[in-house]
């Protein structure tokens, strides 16, 4: 089958609308599948190196439609949650994007990079002694008692990239945030650069701008807290610094929570809804509603990674209805342990536009290949068993229950047994 049939275009069968083609911004994609943001933890010195290219060219040549690597920090080291993540901050870092675009575009993919400040989980930071960026202190408390459970040897993990430290933090200043806007532009303009084809700006998942978007993390009273608007300046500002860096046209994604679990007072959908319209209005060509938890230890099932199927959609539909009602024809990313079924459905109620799959790409690269193949049952399913992320929480490179290749010569081959010669009885 040719490369445009494996991903889809003007497919007829049960899945014609996930794999129907879209538009985001300036950009055609063949099909309605995004691979979102998961960290690999393959980059060396802030550099994508080949281990990490293989991985997501595997995606590309599984038919997704749109990868999305996993974040990278704009001002690496600083403000970085691994040293083995992406690093925007140099132009050094260019080349290995460079190649990373060209073997994505090998396999008629397209890819874009997630830009990112970690904020308060900034874990490099700490490993450092710099105090962690925050909106406000001080920064509401964890129930961190689970962590009794954990063995010493799991401890001493999650203590790799902090090297055991215990973080401080600061409440950024206007300079602060100044350099913070500025980095995310340099940033945009080294992925452009690059050749890479879009950029995702991660205004999520704890991260700095989510912490500025959340009235449970943001106590300002200045420009940049105290309404929503104030709240969600800071994540305007740096799509505009964006935009103006890119120029019209270059796709530009914008990750957001769509509610925040745990106690209240955090973002609900409503607020996820305004926050949205502002962000279009800044120059966004697409909204991801994603989801996070206040506590990762008490809530970390219900978001990011929910163990229920389509967990978002009803948030994702919020947000898309208050785009539509502000005039705003931006298209909406629904993200959830979003299973093929469930895409197909949330697609045509319009609830979304598209469809981020997670961990259902990390279990089988070729899932949207079959599904395109009319080989639903080919599928190799996600167990939604965490496996994966823990090994981040390790600060490694994830593993996968089903997907023995997982980061280890996903396309290549390279560091495969040979197993030709093996018999089973
Ligand atoms: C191993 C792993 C790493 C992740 N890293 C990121 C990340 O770097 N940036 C991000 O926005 N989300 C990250 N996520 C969350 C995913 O992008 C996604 O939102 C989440 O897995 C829910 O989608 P799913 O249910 O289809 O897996 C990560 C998820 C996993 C499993
Ligand atoms: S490790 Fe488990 S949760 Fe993660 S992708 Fe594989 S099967 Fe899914």
């Known amino acids: 089958m040719s490369p445009v049939g494996r991903r889809g275009a003007g497919h007829t069968g049960d899945f014609g609308r996930l794999l129907a083609p879209g538009r985001i ?38 038919g997704v439609g749109l990868v999305i690597t996993g974040t990278g920090a704009v001002s690496w080291p600083v403000g970085a949650a691994s040293m083995h993540q992406p690093g925007f901050s140099d132009d050094r870092h260019i080349a290995g994007m460079a190649k990373l675009a060209d073997a994505v575009h090998a396999q008629s993919g397209r890819v ?3 830009l990112c400040h970690h904020g308060k989980v900034s874990t490099i930071d700490m490993a450092n002694d710099r ?14 008692s689970t962590l009794g459970d954990c063995t010493v040897d799991e401890l001493m993990g999650l203590a790799n990239a902090s090297g055991g430290k215990m973080p401080t933090y600061r409440a950024a200043t206007d300079d602060d945030l100044d350099e913070v806007i500025d980095a995310f532009a ?86 996820a809804a305004a926050q949205a319209v502002l962000i279009a209005a800044a120059g ?23 163990d229920t199927v389509a967990a978002y959609r009803p948030i994702a539909a919020t947000v898309k209805r208050a785009l ?45 290949a079959h599904l ?7 599928v190799r399913p996600c167990i939604n068993c965490y496996v994966c992320v823990e090994q981040n929480f390790f600060d490694l490179t994830p593993r996968c229950a089903v997907n023995a290749r997982l980061g280890r010569g996903e396309l290549d081959g390279v560091g495969q047994a040979d197993t030709s010669g093996v018999r089973c009885w």
């Open 25 to 62: 911004g300036g950009l055609d994609l063949p099909n309605r599948v995004i691979m979102p943001a998961m960290d690999m933890n393959l980059c060396v010195d802030g550099s994508v190196t080949d281990a990490e290219i293989d991985h997501y060219a595997a995606r590309a040549a599984g």
């Open 112 to 114: 874009a990079m997630q």
């Open 131 to 144: 105090p962690l960026l925050v909106p406000s202190v001080p920064v509401p408390a964890m129930d961190l």
């Open 186 to 271: 340099a940033a945009a303009r080294r992925v452009k650069a690059a050749g890479i084809d879009a950029i995702e700006i991660h205004a999520a998942h704890g991260y700095l701008l989510s912490t500025f978007l959340s009235p449970g993390y943001n106590h300002r009273t200045d420009q940049w807290g105290g309404s929503v608007d104030n709240r969600a300046r800071l994540t305007c500002e740096v799509v505009r610094a964006v935009r103006a860096e890119v120029g019209d046209g270059y796709p530009v994604l914008v990750r957001i929570n769509g509610h925040e679990f745990g106690p209240d007072g955090g973002i609900t959908a409503h607020i």
């Open 284 to 306: 966004a060509d697409a909204i991801h509603v994603s989801a996070n938890a206040h506590d990762p230890f008490a809530n970390f099932t219900a978001g990011p990674l929910p």
């Open 324 to 368: 539509v009602a502000a005039g705003h024809d931006v298209p909406v990313v629904g993200v959830g342990r979003v299973l093929p079924e469930a895409a197909e459905d949330m697609l045509a109620s319009g609830d979304c536009d598209f469809v981020s799959m997670g961990r259902q790409l990390l279990a089988d690269p070729d899932l949207v």
């Open 372 to 378: 395109a193949d009319n080989h639903r049952a080919a």
